[in-house]
């Protein structure tokens, strides 16, 4: 047996540090303790010393190879490179390079490092080996001392016993000792390693980096010995012993490190067994030309029988590896160690299919599908997809695809998008390698991602379900043999739409056609821009003789969806994939992608604005259809050469004023408004076509109006005729569709509707008339600097603004919620626009003529606000909200949102008073969820325009919310609804406290509010026999939830300032009524600031405890608090006891001392069971 001499390795200065390490190579007893090094004899020492010159000696070279590389490096290496040479004093001395230093070289120096490393092996193997052995403890991160010590037999039970990983307080290390035969492997480091930042988990591009390159040395390690030294049957069984050992300990740097290691050595292993397969393979083949060569062939039989066995051990390294590392370590509690062990797995199976492609191995990836992180489910279907790409490995995966096809088409729910994604990928690799491995009802349930919120995954859907339709066309192409080219392709195209309207209509899971657009878009854009067979299909006429037309030819719910893919496609083209309510979209285009567009924009322009006049006289009776169709115009390009063709564009225009004609549905007339405005931009070649076409049918409009206006006004009363109101309703739906994008003052529609607000109204027209009338408003403030030439028209710019609010502020209190609401919009649009508007112009001509809401209409606004908007299901019953459908409920949130919106924007603007935003912040928390976001923004927007008024309007919103919630409970003794209990109060100013986050920026802002709430509580305020404390004294609890964001220097200045308002008042902290005071103090001062300034104070710091604790911090609404029931929640009802609390007639008392040291006292109960029922209600006063 070989024996070896008992070496110790020295590692010192290690990873985590930036700076080189130096190596020294000792000798140690043989029998060393576990947790410290022993001194050893001189000739130990001179053995050592002789092993470290052969190290410097075989890395001169490698040094003299990476010279230029670790110049190029040094600075992103931040100095890891070793030195070979240098001088110390006057002469000059060699440094080793370590192999762990080595790795910061580059590649090509790690091969020269490894070639000299496997010659020094070659000589004296148990030196380089410890080399070796340190690299990996290095790679770790480990600061600590690696020992060998020999071992005699594998049998010794001394020896077995020893084999332990402990850790030795006293010292401060710890160690791990294991059996690498014939040595004993003994590892020593502190005990804090474990929460250093190894080398694999450094955050940065150092982490990334490190993994590369030390993957990159194992890989060429074994690529470099896998001729020699990898089969001497002591290298490689000692590398195995030694990952395996550490990637079984409990420190995770070690665990993670030798995984990573041993997986990694697994698959270069793999490599070499594949080489060996080729050799064998290709000594077969030579074996057969020289049959006729008996010696020859007898050498290369033995050659065979040689590298047969060099396999069988390179497999026997890999099983032992799978057993001692992949078994323990692919289920670890680290999730990084399971990603390895699955990445790698998935690279055996397609490396090496014949041993590790089987149920055996395939299982594991199967059951880590079901991994709770998702990195690790990640790398399984990454493992799988390689796996189903390969047509060849598809029978060895039956058996998997049949036990966890289910669990796969789950995962397309996975939480995480990249699992999900990925997974419907693979879904679709396993479709189109064999349709059968899928149920119809697998598709049916994949196909529904087309619809999903995230367009990655549904435009992957949208793969699989082209592809379905391919294949369905496919399937009945065999009777279209006998046609052209040409008439192949467009009853194919027919075919693919048809099996696409189909699918629309079973499906039933959406009613927007864009998505399924969008999410066919990148796989099936042949189909969806081929607008020629688009619009022939849409002309194609039913009644056509030609039974392959019968056969492919669409009802009229199947064109009426067929419209809505066309506009969606041109929409696609025009615009991108860029689409509301759907996220994962690419923002920025490329130039190639840009000129794509532009391409598409022209294609399209120039079929469709010829074919469209056709398309909308055949569905003119349709107004739905006909909505449809009249958005496309506004995705026209004006560089189509096409489009300079002006009598084309006058049949346009002249269709869609025949479809205006006919029609007054709203969403025509916006779409008409729309494509108009895009046709008559100016400097375009249809503007002067189309600019005329569309002055012409507006005053054909108002000149209906006028007749129609002069017939109903009559003996100064609207005619009560229900056709004349509906012909009025109709031509002012269109004119207030137009000037929602066009500017038409120029017929002073004012002038002809402002007398109907004087008159009695049904409430359609006087809404139609409202939102006119705004419009109009809206043009002349945002046209005012071209418009406005004189005085005069100054005035009756003013007159027009006034006469209107007053008229909307009459409208608030009508009977219709919709007149209401529309008044209200009004309103508060055509102010914010002037108070835009104002800033834009001269002040001197026009500052008279600025117009200011009265006190009057500013009320009005606010308690529509309170009526309308802060209303839900907190004040409305449980019953009601079920019957709402959750369609409407949205609408409506929807519609509270916008009116909360509006108002918020006049205070933003500076309409109203920042006070009026009082009320608004008052219901912040209550409303968090639904306009949490709204108010939040105001608050920030107030704050930017004045920090300090802000500041006081939420003093203003805390101590309404206080003198409302005691003013009820004072007049009832039942909980109001409509009243905040004391602790949402207080939950309300600690999210407002923690919008102060810059306590420097608003430190005049807290102290305000400090200020104010200390005056708000003790001025005006006389102590009597009867009012010991002041009635707002409960309030400082709330205040407290400010005292974080004060500096110290004004916690000491609101103390003093506290100090001289209580001084003239008898206040013991014994009693339970001042406990809010004792409570606020102690948020303001440290316990021994407190007493110190309590020495000079008045008499009440007398009776004060020293050891008083701060007030728990109160929890919202719902939960409950440990130890205190929150203040002022107690005067609205029943509410749960604390079983810490110190008094039941008294919920503001706060504990002078802890409970486990509190004492009774006369007036209070002391509570230590803290098993008692917390269920029990109590009624508390206030």
């Known amino acids: 047996m070989h024996r070896c001499k008992p070496v110790q390795r020295s590692e010192e200065d290690m990873i985590p540090e930036p700076t ?12 060393p303790e576990p947790t410290s090094s022993r001194a050893v004899n001189h000739s130990e020492e001179e053995s050592g010393n002789e092993n470290q010159r052969k190290s410097v000696r075989r890395r001169k070279k490698a040094h003299k190879v990476s010279e230029d590389v670790k110049s190029k490096r040094a600075e992103s290496s931040r100095g890891r490179c070793g030195r070979a040479g240098g001088r110390q004093g006057n002469r000059e001395q060699a440094e080793a390079v370590t192999l762990f230093e080595v790795i910061t070289m580059g590649r090509n120096a790690i091969k020269t490092v490894i070639d000299d490393w496997i010659e020094a092996y070659v000589e004296d193997r148990d030196s380089s080996l410890l080399d ?13 001392v690696v020992t060998a010590e020999v071992c005699q037999s594998r049998e010794d039970r001394d020896v077995l016993s020893k084999m332990v990983e402990e850790l030795d307080e006293g010292s401060g290390v710890q160690y791990k000792r294991f059996l690498a035969f014939p040595w ?229 729910l996975d939480k995480d998008n990249d699992v999900a994604l990925q997974t419907m990928k693979l879904l679709v690799l396993i479709s189109k390698m064999s349709e059968d491995l899928l149920a119809p009802e697998d598709y049916k349930q994949l196909l529904q991602f087309v619809y999903s919120s995230q367009r990655p995954l549904a435009a992957s859907a949208g793969e699989l379900l082209y592809s379905r339709l391919q ?44 998505f399924l657009v969008d999410s066919l878009w990148d796989c099936g854009a042949s189909l969806l821009k081929d607008w020629p067979t688009l619009t022939s299909a849409l002309l194609l006429d039913s009644s056509s003789n030609t039974s392959k037309e019968i056969n492919h030819g669409f009802t009229e719910a199947e064109q009426a969806l067929l419209v809505e893919i066309l506009v969606a496609s041109v929409r696609q083209a025009a615009e991108g994939p860029v689409l509301a309510g759907r996220t994962g979209a690419k923002r920025v285009m490329s130039a190639k992608e840009k000129k794509m567009q532009n391409e598409d924009c022209l294609k399209l322009t120039s079929h469709l604005h010829l ?55 709203q969403m025509l007339l916006e779409a008409a408004s729309r494509s108009y405005f895009h046709l008559c931009v100016d400097e375009t070649t249809w503007c002067s076509t189309a600019r005329p076409a569309r002055d012409a049918l507006v005053q054909n409009w108002v000149d209906r109006l006028k007749a129609l206006l002069k017939d109903a006004l009559q003996d100064g009363r609207v005619s009560s005729n229900e056709e004349i109101q509906r012909d009025i309703l109709t031509t002012m739906r269109k004119l207030r569709a137009f000037h929602n994008c066009h500017n038409l003052l120029q017929w002073r529609v004012f002038d002809l509707l402002s007398p109907l607000l004087s008159e009695e109204l049904p409430p359609e027209v006087l809404i139609e008339l409202l939102q006119c009338l705004c419009y109009v408003i809206l043009w002349s403030l945002n046209t005012s600097d071209k418009n406005l030439t004189c005085r005069e028209d100054a005035v009756d710019q003013r007159l027009q603004l006034r ?21 209200f919009v009004g309103v508060c649009d055509v102010l914010t626009a002037h108070s835009y508007q104002r800033q834009l ?145 207080k939950e309300l100013a600690r999210r407002y406290a923690l919008t102060f986050s810059d306590l420097v920026k608003f430190r005049e802002c807290v102290v305000l509010i400090h200020r104010s709430g200390i005056e708000f509580v003790f001025q005006d305020f006389s102590q009597t026999a009867d009012m010991t404390a002041p009635p707002y004294v409960s309030y400082l609890t709330i205040l407290s939830e400010f005292s974080s964001k004060l500096l110290k220097p004004d916690k000491k200045t609101m103390f003093s300032y506290l100090q001289r308002l209580t001084a003239n008042h008898i206040t013991d902290m014994r009693e339970e009524c001042w406990q809010p005071l004792a409570y606020y103090r102690s948020s303001l001062l440290a316990a021994a600031e407190e007493e110190d300034a309590a020495s000079n104070g008045s008499s009440d710091r007398k009776g004060c405890s020293t050891n008083r604790v701060p007030f728990t911090r109160q929890k919202p609404e719902g939960h409950r608090a440990p130890c205190l029931q929150s203040r002022l929640e107690s005067k609205v009802g029943k509410v749960p006891r604390r079983s ?41 006063e206030f």
């Not at 080189?20 to 029998?31: F, G, I, L, R």
């Not at 041993?355 to 079901?370: A, E, P, V």
């Not at 991994?371 to 058996?399: E, I």
């Open 132 to 144: 070796l052995i340190s690299f990996f403890i290095q790679c770790s991160g480990c600061k600590g």
């Open 184 to 412: 004993i492997l003994t590892v020593t480091w502190p005990m804090d390693s474990d929460t250093a930042e190894y080398p694999l988990v450094q955050a940065g591009p150092y982490g990334r980096w490190f993994h590369s390159e030390f993957c990159d040395f194992l890989s060429i390690l074994v690529a470099q010995c896998q001729h020699n030294i990898i089969f001497d049957s002591y290298l490689m069984n000692t590398i195995i012993v030694l990952l395996s050992e550490l990637s079984n300990s409990f420190i995770r740097a070690f665990r993670h490190t030798c995984t990573l290691a041993a997986v990694k050595l697994l698959s270069s292993l793999i490599g070499v067994s594949l080489g060996l397969s080729v050799a064998i393979e290709n000594r077969q083949k030579l074996s057969k030309v020289q049959k006729t060569k008996t010696v020859r062939q007898k050498s290369v039989q033995q050659l065979e029988r040689l590298v047969d066995e060099k396999r069988a051990e390179v497999e026997s390294m890999m099983n032992v590896i799978i057993k001692a590392v992949f078994l323990k370590r692919y289920r670890d509690v680290l999730p990084e160690i399971r990603s390895i062990c699955m990445e790698e797995l998935g690279l055996w199976m397609k490396l090496y299919s014949s041993l590790f492609l089987n149920d055996s191995y395939l299982k594991y990836i199967g059951w880590m599908m079901s991994d709770k992180v998702p990195d690790v489910r990640l790398k399984c279907v990454f493992g799988l997809q390689v796996l189903y790409k390969d047509p060849l490995l598809l029978p060895k995966m039956d058996l998997f695809t049949s036990r966890f096809k289910e669990r796969l088409i789950s995962m397309t």
């Open 20 to 31: 080189a390490s130096k190596t020294s190579v000792q000798t140690s007893d043989p029998n």
């Open 803 to 823: 006469f209107f609010c007053e008229k909307s502020h009459h409208c608030l209190s009508h009977r219709e919620l919709g007149v209401r609401q529309q008044a």
């Open 841 to 985: 112009w001269d002040s001197l001509p026009f500052c008279p003529l600025i117009y200011s809401l009265s006190p009057k209409l500013q009320r009005a606004l606010l308690t529509f606000t309170c009526e309308h908007v802060f209303v839900g299901p907190n004040n409305n019953s449980q019953s009601r909200v079920d019957q709402i459908a959750e369609e409407q409920r949205l609408e409506d949130l929807h519609r509270r949102r916008n009116l909360l919106a509006a108002y918020c924007k006049l205070i933003v603007h500076g309409v109203l008073e920042m006070s009026m935003a009082a009320e608004v912040f008052t219901q912040y928390v209550k409303y968090y969820n639904d306009f949490g976001d709204i108010i939040k923004e105001t608050l920030y927007r107030t704050r930017q325009m004045d920090k300090m008024e802000s500041a006081r309007t939420l003093v203003l919103c805390l101590q309404q919310l206080f003198v409302q919630l005691k003013h009820k409970q004072e007049r009832s003794s039942r909980p109001q609804e409509a009243v905040q209990t004391f602790t949402s109060i």
């Open 611 to 665: 074919v469209l006049p056709t398309l909308l006289s055949k569905f003119s009776g349709c107004s739905d259809v006909v909505a449809s169709l009249m958005r496309i115009p506004q995705y026209f390009s004006p560089e189509c050469p096409e489009a300079e063709n002006s009598q084309v564009m006058s049949s346009l225009v002249s269709a869609m004023a025949a479809v205006l004609d006919l029609h007054s549905d």
């Open 471 to 514: 294949s369905a066309v496919a399937q009945g192409s065999d009777a279209q043999q006998d046609t052209n080219e040409e008439e192949r392709h467009r009853l194919q195209s027919f075919a693919k739409l048809k099996a696409l309207l189909h699918f629309f209509q079973e499906s039933e899971l959406h009613q927007h056609v864009v």
């Open 1140 to 1180: 810490t609390s110190p008094s039941v007639d008294n919920a503001f008392a706060v504990p002078l001392e802890p409970p486990s040291k509190r004492r009774s006292t006369e007036g209070s109960e002391l509570c230590t069971n803290n098993d008692e029922s917390e269920d029990a209600n109590v009624d508390i």
